[in-house]
């Protein structure tokens, strides 16, 4: 008997966004930053966020620790509210200050075509890293919007370049 084949009708999703993220403990600190992203951050996608479609945790690796997510978002948009949002926003902030040890990165995939990526101290190179060679992501390569829709969001960032960097944005 052949297999029954299926697949995704993704016509109501045109701007459909999948998401893959992890956090790798670097340094034996991270171990705390790793467990400490606690149950606000966890609970946050639990409760459904606008926009979010579909949320599956991940263990990239057991040693060193790598843990993450896969997700699917109606648009950049949503994403990008809840990641401005609380308990994101928070997180966020902190880890650009202090990364406490760990490596954290994502890429998305975009239903209308294009892919994006950041490494934030990764140390070790992990997914299209391994192949592509990595450049800093200043300027127009700063954020997502930028550096696939060649525009600033109109969402205001969690930490502009400025901030982050003490530079002047562009």
């Keep these: 008997m052949p297999v029954e084949r299926m697949t995704a009708d993704l016509s109501d999703y045109p701007d459909l966004v999948v998401i893959l993220l992890g956090m790798r403990v670097r340094k034996p600190r991270g171990m705390l930053r790793l467990l400490g992203l606690g149950p606000r951050l966890y609970k ?4 459904r966020p606008d926009g979010l479609l ?6 990239w690796s057991l040693w060193p620790p790598h843990w993450g997510a896969r997700q699917y978002w ?8 809840w990641t401005r949002s609380e308990p994101h926003r928070d997180w966020w902030q902190r880890f650009l ?15 209308r075509g294009g892919i994006d990526s950041v490494y934030d101290d990764m140390s070790a190179t992990t997914g299209m890293a391994r192949f ?6 200043r300027g127009r390569l700063f954020s997502t919007a930028r550096r696939t829709r060649g525009a600033a969001s109109e969402i205001a960032p969690v930490v502009t370049e400025s901030t982050l960097y003490g530079t002047t944005d562009k």
């Design 44 to 47: 946050s996608h639990h409760d």
């Design 54 to 59: 579909s949320h599956e945790d991940v263990v």
């Design 74 to 81: 109606r648009d950049l948009e949503s994403l990008e509210r």
């Design 97 to 111: 200050r202090d990364s406490g040890g760990t490596g954290f990165w994502h890429e998305a995939y975009f239903a």
């Design 132 to 137: 592509a060679p990595i450049v800093p992501a």
